[in-house]
C-alpha cells in the first residue's frame, strides 16, 4: 500500500507524489534525530497522507506512541511547525496525528527496525532470529521469514542465514 489519499489533476500528480515523499522521509528524519532512548522505540509502521483541498493530514502510525509523547512533549507540534515551514502550508491547514498501532510487531517494518537494533547491539545472530519469530508468532498466525546475510559473528567469511 502507498498510504496516499488524494486526487490530483495530471499535471500536479509529480509534484503531490514528491511532497509526499518528502514528508515521509522528513517525519522519519525528525524521529530519528529526536528519540533519545533509541533502544526501547520500536519505529515508525508507517505514514498515511490524506490530502483536501485545502488541508493535509498526516498520521503516523507508530507501535509505541507513548514513548514519543514522553520524549518530547512539544516535539509533535515543533515537527508540524517545521514541516508547515518547509511545504509552505499554514498550521491550521495541516495537521498530524499520532496512531498507536495494536500489535507492534505485527508490522514488517518495526520487526525489521527491531532485528537491525539487535544486530547494531551486537546480539547473536541466532537469539536475533528465533526472538523476532518468537515476537511475529505471539501476533498473528501468518508466519515470517527472515534471513540475515553478511559477516556474521563478525567472521572473515560472509554467508547467508
Request: overall charge positive; charged content about 25%.
Given at each position: ?72 512533549s512539544l516535539g509533535i507540534s ?8 518547509k511545504l509552505g502550508l499554514k ?63 563478525g567472521s572473515e567469511m560472509a554467508?547467508?542465514?
Amino acid at each position: 500500500k502507498h498510504y496516499s489519499y488524494w486526487f490530483a489533476q495530471n499535471k500536479n500528480y509529480p509534484q503531490l507524489l514528491e511532497w509526499d515523499r518528502e514528508i515521509r522521509d522528513f517525519v522519519e528524519r525528525y524521529i530519528q534525530k529526536n528519540v533519545k532512548n533509541v533502544s526501547n522505540y520500536g519505529g515508525i509502521g508507517h505514514i498515511e497522507i490524506r490530502r483536501k483541498t485545502d488541508l493535509v493530514q498526516i498520521n503516523i502510525h507508530t507501535g509505541f506512541p507513548d514513548l514519543l509523547i514522553e520524549e518530547q512533549s512539544l516535539g509533535i507540534s515543533q515537527m508540524k511547525i517545521d514541516l508547515g515551514k518547509k511545504l509552505g502550508l499554514k498550521s491550521q491547514n495541516l495537521r498530524v496525528n499520532l496512531i498507536s498501532v495494536t500489535q507492534p510487531y505485527g508490522e514488517p517494518k518495526i520487526l525489521a527496525e527491531h532485528v537491525a537494533l539487535q544486530l547494531r547491539n551486537r546480539v547473536p545472530f541466532r537469539r536475533t532470529m528465533k526472538k523476532a519469530i518468537e515476537l511475529i508468532g505471539r501476533t498473528t498466525d501468518r508466519g515470517i521469514k527472515i534471513q540475515i546475510a553478511g559477516r556474521l559473528n563478525g567472521s572473515e567469511m560472509a554467508r547467508v542465514e
